[in-house]
T-cell receptor, first 114, second 111 residues
């Protein structure tokens, strides 16, 4: 158990809908990262927050947004969902956003868009 | 520049054998190279990591070999066991930039 929690574990929704994925980092970790894992794309970095502020953006679509709250939990919002958004979404956390700082991954949320 | 190329895509090895997974990168600014292990239904977990100032690092049965001039690094698993069957990802990072992951290798260890 990495100490990172993600809810829900599974989510099934329809195209055009909006969903929110939630992540609670490990106790003491200030940095949160979101990744998308699909069969053909591997692990793709989406976005990073550090202590409530956005630090880095990856291949995140404009339909997606995220935020980190004062209690350090984070939410990833996916809107106008398309079939291709079906994937595993992972949250990871680390103490600091440093090169050698270990990122601990949560168990993921499996999103299925029908 | 930010890509990390990983091979093979899948690998089947007999128990006790030494699977080797290779990764190559282009960005010479990368200064941290972790390997992650992922079991089905779980998130990736850090297995072992190396900095470019060393050529080899061992942790238990897992060894990273690093060739800075060739911009390649590899994971070796000694005395492989069926419980090592998982997907392995190499990754690379520069400073406080994002982790760039390889595409993964699905390893199967057969008894």
């Amino acid at each position: 158990d990495s100490g990172v929690t993600q809810t829900p574990k599974h989510l099934i929704t329809a195209t055009g809908q909006r969903v929110t994925l939630r992540c609670s980092p490990r106790s003491g970790d200030l940095s949160v990262y979101w990744y998308q894992q699909s069969l053909d794309q591997g692990l793709q970095f989406l976005i990073q927050y550090y202590n409530g502020e956005e630090r880095a953006k990856g291949n995140i679509l404009e339909r997606f947004s995220a935020q980190q709250f004062p209690d350090l939990h984070s939410e990833l919002n996916l809107s106008s969902l398309e079939l291709g958004d079906s994937a595993l979404y992972f949250c990871a956390s680390s103490v600091e956003p440093l090169s050698t700082d270990t990122q601990y991954f949560g168990p993921g949320t499996r999103l299925t868009v029908l | 520049q930010q890509q990390v190329k990983q091979s093979p895509q899948s690998l089947i090895v007999q128990k006790g054998g030494i699977p080797i997974i290779n990764c190559a990168y282009e960005n010479t600014a990368f200064d941290y190279f972790p390997w992650y292990q992922q079991f089905p239904g779980k998130g990736p977990a850090l297995l072992i990591a190396i900095r470019p100032d060393v050529s080899e690092k061992k942790e238990g049965r897992f060894t990273i070999s690093f060739n800075k001039s060739a911009k390649q690094f590899s994971l070796h698993i000694m005395d492989s066991q069926p419980g090592d069957s998982a997907t392995y990802f190499c990754a690379a990072r520069s400073g406080n930039e994002k982790l760039t992951f390889g595409t993964g290798t699905r390893l199967t260890i057969i008894p």
